[in-house]
Structures are given as structure tokens and as C-alpha cells.
């Protein structure tokens, strides 16, 4: 029998890196959001305390203008920063889908290829096997005419 070998292995395995590079880049994104949101956490965490401080800030008796004025100054600067975690996490979300799809093209071109490589090998044994089935008609025959030129 001869040994199948499957002419685009080349190319398969190339797919296959790069539909691994693509995963890869796919999970760095996924990490990268990951830490957006531990960074919108945070955000939210000083939000929250910020607003704490500006209601004890606010209470009745005297005020401090200065305070009042930073606690205002930080509040905006922390509006700020949630636009700017809103606009990253819309351009995170983006490339995570970009990402996905191309890791979905590149799985289909695996696929592609290995179905083929499939299909190859079948026929290739298929073939094997009729040659086999023909060699062995052949000595069964040869041995039924050694047979008869005996007899």
C-alpha cells in the first residue's frame, strides 16, 4: 500500500497558524476588556465616593468654598473620564467583533481544507483497496489456471 499524502498540507498548516495567530489576537482583545471594565469599576467606585463626600460637603453650617470647588473640579474631570471609558469600550467592542469574524473566516478556511484532506484520504484508501481486491483476483485466477493445467 502506498502512504496517503495530502498535497495542501503546506497550506493547511499555514491556516491553521494563522487561525491560531487569530485566536490569540481575539483573546488579547478579550483581555483588554477585561481590564476596561476592572478600570469602569474603579471609576464607578470613585464616583460614588466623590458623591459621599459632596453631600457630607453639603451639609448645613459653614462651608468651605474651596472644597466645594475641587469636589466640583474632580466631579467633572470623573465625567470625563467615563467618556472617555465610553468611547474606548465602543472601540474595544468593535475590534472584539472584527476579531471574532476573522477568526470565524479563518476557521472556515481550516475546515475547507481539512474536509478536503478528508475526502482525499477516503478516496485514496478506496483506491488501495480496489488494488488490492484487483491483486487478489489476480492470484486467485493465476491459481485456478495452475489448477487446471495440473489436471
Given at each position: 500500500?502506498?502512504?496517503?499524502?495530502?498535497?495542501?498540507?503546506?497550506?493547511?498548516?499555514?491556516?491553521?497558524s494563522?487561525?491560531?495567530?487569530?485566536?490569540?489576537?481575539?483573546?488579547d482583545?478579550?483581555?483588554?476588556?477585561?481590564?476596561l471594565?476592572?478600570?469602569?469599576r474603579q471609576?464607578?467606585?470613585?464616583?460614588?465616593?466623590?458623591?459621599e463626600?459632596?453631600?457630607?460637603?453639603?451639609?448645613?453650617?459653614?462651608?468651605n468654598?474651596?472644597?466645594?470647588?475641587?469636589?466640583?473640579?474632580?466631579?467633572?474631570?470623573?465625567?470625563?473620564?467615563?467618556?472617555?471609558?465610553?468611547?474606548?469600550?465602543?472601540?474595544?467592542e468593535?475590534e472584539?467583533?472584527?476579531?471574532?469574524a476573522?477568526?470565524?473566516?479563518?476557521?472556515?478556511?481550516?475546515?475547507?481544507?481539512?474536509?478536503?484532506?478528508?475526502?482525499?484520504?477516503?478516496?485514496?484508501?478506496?483506491g488501495?483497496?480496489?488494488?488490492e481486491?484487483?491483486?487478489?483476483?489476480?492470484?486467485?485466477?493465476?491459481?485456478?489456471?495452475?489448477?487446471?493445467?495440473r489436471s
Amino acid at each position: 500500500m502506498t502512504r496517503f499524502r495530502f498535497r495542501l498540507e503546506t497550506l493547511l498548516k499555514l491556516r491553521q497558524s494563522e487561525r491560531n495567530a487569530l485566536r490569540e489576537r481575539l483573546a488579547d482583545a478579550l483581555v483588554a476588556r477585561r481590564v476596561l471594565d476592572e478600570r469602569r469599576r474603579q471609576w464607578i467606585d470613585e464616583l460614588g465616593a466623590m458623591r459621599e463626600q459632596a453631600r457630607g460637603a453639603g451639609q448645613p453650617g459653614s462651608v468651605n468654598v474651596d472644597t466645594l470647588l475641587a469636589s466640583h473640579r474632580y466631579h467633572l474631570m470623573l465625567e470625563a473620564q467615563g467618556r472617555v471609558l465610553d468611547q474606548q469600550e465602543e472601540q474595544i467592542e468593535a475590534e472584539i467583533d472584527r476579531r471574532r469574524a476573522a477568526l470565524a473566516e479563518g476557521d472556515k478556511q481550516v475546515r475547507v481544507l481539512e474536509k478536503l484532506r478528508e475526502r482525499q484520504h477516503a478516496a485514496h484508501q478506496q483506491g488501495e483497496l480496489r488494488a488490492e481486491q484487483k491483486l487478489l483476483d489476480e492470484v486467485a485466477q493465476r491459481g485456478g489456471i495452475l489448477k487446471e493445467q495440473r489436471s
